[in-house]
């Protein structure tokens, strides 16, 4: 009685000190260009506590900084939103936000023909927390990078941000202010138990 009793134990201890688990949902790869990307459904994943989004995308957009556009939750077009921006490189850094805004806007900053890293694809990973709780706005985190803006030194980026919805979250678009989504994109989306 006593091992199985210290089985039981041990195993709740090593739960207990792990890493949380994060289980593959769904992948989506672009096989032509599109004006903007959508993840639905999400409302089938409520067995799960945060959801993980990791995507690697590239723009259309001819200029050196002109990969951006917004993120928005169940098609929700309103002034419900708010974000917060660092970003940097090996020599300088800088700060951006926005409140009351109509997206969570994002400069991922990677386009098609830029020089000099042509054809260059930009990378992000977004967590959105408690997206299925109804009693609370969700919120977000995520970390971007790429190896073309302005286009002299490679960037990364920090955010957060919030959707201002007591609503679970059931779909996540994103659409670029400039060019399309090329061809390859390929977001892929993870649940985590929690």
Same mark, same amino acid.
């Given at each position: 009685?006593?091992?199985?009793?210290?089985?039981?134990?041990?195993?709740?201890?090593?739960?207990?000190?792990?890493?949380?688990?994060?289980?593959?949902?769904?992948?989506?790869?672009?096989?032509?260009?599109?004006?903007?990307?959508?993840?639905?459904?999400?409302?089938?994943?409520?067995?799960?506590?945060?959801?993980?989004?990791?995507?690697?995308?590239?723009?259309?957009?001819?200029?050196?900084?002109?990969?951006?556009?917004?993120?928005?939750?169940?098609?929700?077009?309103? @002034?419900? &939103?708010?974000?917060? %921006?660092?970003?940097?490189?090996?020599? $300088? !850094?800088?700060?951006?936000? #926005?409140?009351?805004?109509?997206?969570?806007?994002?400069?991922?900053?990677?386009?098609?023909?830029?020089?000099?890293?042509?054809?260059?694809?930009?990378?992000?990973?977004?967590?959105?927390?408690?997206?299925?709780?109804?009693?609370?706005?969700?919120?977000?985190?995520?970390?971007?990078?790429?190896?073309?803006?302005?286009?002299?030194?490679?960037?990364?980026?920090?955010? @957060?941000? &919030?959707?201002?919805? %007591?609503?679970?979250?059931?779909?996540? $678009? !994103?659409?670029?202010?400039? #060019?399309?989504?090329?061809?390859?994109?390929?977001?892929?989306?993870?649940?985590?138990?929690?």
């Amino acid at each position: 009685m006593s091992l199985v009793l210290l089985g039981i134990l041990n195993s709740q201890a090593a739960a207990a000190g792990g890493a949380p688990a994060y289980e593959h949902l769904a992948t989506t790869t672009l096989s032509s260009n599109a004006s903007s990307i959508t993840l639905s459904g999400l409302d089938s994943y409520t067995d799960y506590k945060h959801l993980q989004l990791r995507a690697v995308w590239q723009s259309t957009a001819t200029g050196t900084s002109e990969g951006y556009g917004k993120f928005r939750f169940n098609s929700d077009t309103g @002034s419900n &939103y708010a974000w917060h %921006n660092l970003q940097g490189n090996q020599s $300088s !850094f800088a700060t951006d936000g #926005g409140w009351n805004q109509d997206g969570i806007f994002n400069y991922f900053s990677t386009g098609q023909s830029t020089t000099p890293q042509d054809g260059s694809f930009a990378i992000f990973t977004m967590d959105i927390l408690d997206f299925a709780n109804t009693n609370r706005y969700k919120t977000m985190k995520m970390l971007t990078g790429t190896t073309q803006y302005f286009p002299y030194a490679p960037y990364i980026r920090l955010y @957060s941000g &919030y959707w201002a919805s %007591n609503n679970a979250i059931t779909s996540i $678009s !994103f659409t670029p202010l400039i #060019g399309q989504i090329t061809s390859k994109t390929r977001w892929s989306l993870y649940g985590i138990r929690g």
